[in-house]
């Protein structure tokens, strides 16, 4: 399990989160949700271990990430943050071979075998010899996608669960890309993965997360399934805005309609 | 980490690199060996053979005593320096660029230089009277070499100290560091030229250009081997700094070292281009340009753009010198000038070039 404990952390005596407990569970999608400045990305790079909360704990299996070779948690959790930009034209095919680095015993030929899988999973394998700088958008979140993919892909000798943390995966794709990319994080967790995705899409974080976690204002609001999560209520008090909500007769899911609140 | 990488090639790459490597190691010998034998004196190839043949010991006669005074007193150390130089500034930039993610980037930018130079100056205008008080500070004639390489590396320091946070470099910080400490040693330099005298003004100015005329044997064997060094030790770090490229955050998610990986560099380049400043003063654009050539030419893995850019910078700073003793022979120009003349250009050729490949 892949954990934050009462981490809490501030930045020029601006608290930026406050006493937050998040678990990332093997063979479960997490979504974080919340308004702009919520803090969601910072928990997600403490639970990365890029940053140390100033209180609390961040653990991988019990073991503080501080404590981890790099090299071993590069190999167990992978992050695709917001926007990565390239500062000189490396091919896709190289782009996403950098996310099999830190598998030097896998061998050649098993890593490039990976990494046009990787490619094939987000629809881009056409691209492979491609200039990653002359790519739009989003055919470059999706590579990056097909990078950290890469980085934790299956392997039947491997008998620790890996984890994948997703900052905001589907900003700025078209829909059929959004949907395709977060079936395959829950496909992920199906086979076993722990996956944290941070979305702004309500009905696409209702529709595919297992649980659902509220932030506001640097802490966890609510976490719970997104039956649970979602009322009318809980949403104006996170969000803001007023909605309806209902279920959606073939996911089952809740559904949401949103407008802004009336003053 | 680096041989996972080199096993991920795909095809064509593995082909192409060792041939543009070999090919350019041949070209540079090719311009060595032209570079010998042009002068106030010509030496013609066959005496070359001769001469360097004798000094090995494969053939018995050697040229006459004049060209073999020449060749191995004056020439052979000076194109030594000059490739060894020449090596330092092309490696040094391409890890650099790589380092700040930033085409731009080059030691002269990042401060290094002019913290070397201002060393160098300092000793220039109160070396002979420092030396008059304390005579054991001329160390042997090192003495200004000594200055500029404490020079180069205060700045360095400086550069760390400032941009350094929570044990953190940032790399942005580090740049406008860099142009601060530009600003700060152009300003120094200034005020010691007004300061000087005649004779010191011209050493300052004459040394501040850029020369390898003042190659001896004793600076080669300075300069040889942190050449190699250096070469090396970037070149191991080929492959991480190609992670790198994704940023910073992306390449410590990847398992990368980046704190480690970015002091061991900057340290590194701090010393070998301290080391070149102190003997050959300031030879610029051979750092910015030559990753830039390799870049255009054989893509942007650092495996190719590292070694191929030292290659590629000694070429250039053999062939440079001797362009700059044989132009107005028998005087000479600074080479530094000649580099600069003809590599501003030849990069604003690039930045055009680039912009309609890219529109």
Known sequence: MLEITAASLSRANRRIVHDVNLAVRPGSLLVLIGPNGAGKSTALRLLSGELESDEGSACLDGLALGHWHREALARRRA????????????????????????????????NRWIVRAALAAVDMLPFAARDYQTLSGGE????????????????????????????????????????????????????????????????LASQYADRVAIMRDGQIFHQGTPEEAFTAERIHAAFGVSSEISVHPRTHRPQLVMWAQQA | MTL??????????????????????????LVMGVALCVGPMPIDGAALLKLLGHKLGFVAAGASPVQDAVMFSIRLPRVLLAAAVGAILGASGSALQGLFRNPLADPALLGV?????????????????????????????????????????????????????QGRTSVATLLLAGIAINALG??????????????????????????????TWHACWLLLPAAVVLCVVFSRHAGV?????????????????????????????????????????MISFIGLVTPHLLRLSGGPDHRLVIPGAALLGALLCVGADAIARTLVSPAELPVGILTALIGA?????LLVRQRRLEF
């Open chain 2, 186 to 215: 152009g300003a120094a330099l200034g005020l010691l030229t007004y300061l000087s005298s005649d004779r010191e003004l011209r050493d300052l100015t004459y040394w501040l250009l850029g020369s390898f005329g003042g190659a």
């Open chain 2, 4 to 29: 996972a990488l080199a096993r991920l090639q795909t095809g064509w790459q593995a082909h192409v690199h060792p041939l543009m490597l070999g090919g350019l190691a041949a070209a540079l010998l």
């Open chain 2, 113 to 165: 230089s002019s913290g070397a130079a201002l060393g160098a100056a300092v000793w220039i205008v109160f070396g002979t009277a420092l030396t008059a008080l304390l005579p054991w500070l001329a160390l042997g004639g090192y003495a200004r070499a000594v200055a500029a390489f404490a020079g180069g590396v205060a700045a360095t320091f400086v550069i760390f100290r400032l941009s350094g946070r």
């Open chain 1, 79 to 110: 992050v695709l943050s917001q926007r990565v930009t390239l500062a000189f034209g490396f091919s896709v095919f190289d782009v996403v071979a950098m996310g099999r680095s830190p598998h030097p015993e896998c061998g050649g030929a098993a």
């Open chain 1, 140 to 203: 470059q979140q999706r590579v990056q996608l097909a990078r950290v993919l890469a980085q934790i892909w299956p392997d039947e000798r491997r008998t620790s669960p890996c984890y994948l943390l997703l900052d905001e995966p589907v900003t700025g794709l078209d829909p059929a890309h959004q949907h395709a990319i977060i079936s395959h994080a829950q496909c992920r967790a199906r086979q076993g993965c722990g996956v944290l995705a941070v979305l702004h899409d309500l009905n």
């Open chain 2, 241 to 281: 700094l190609n992670i790198f490229m994704l940023g910073e955050n992306e390449a410590h998610y990847l398992g990368v070292h980046v704190q480690r990986l970015k002091t061991v560099l900057v340290l590194v380049v701090a010393l070998g281009v301290g080391l070149s400043v102190a003997f050959t003063g």
């Open chain 2, 345 to 349: 250009p030849f990069f604003m050729w």
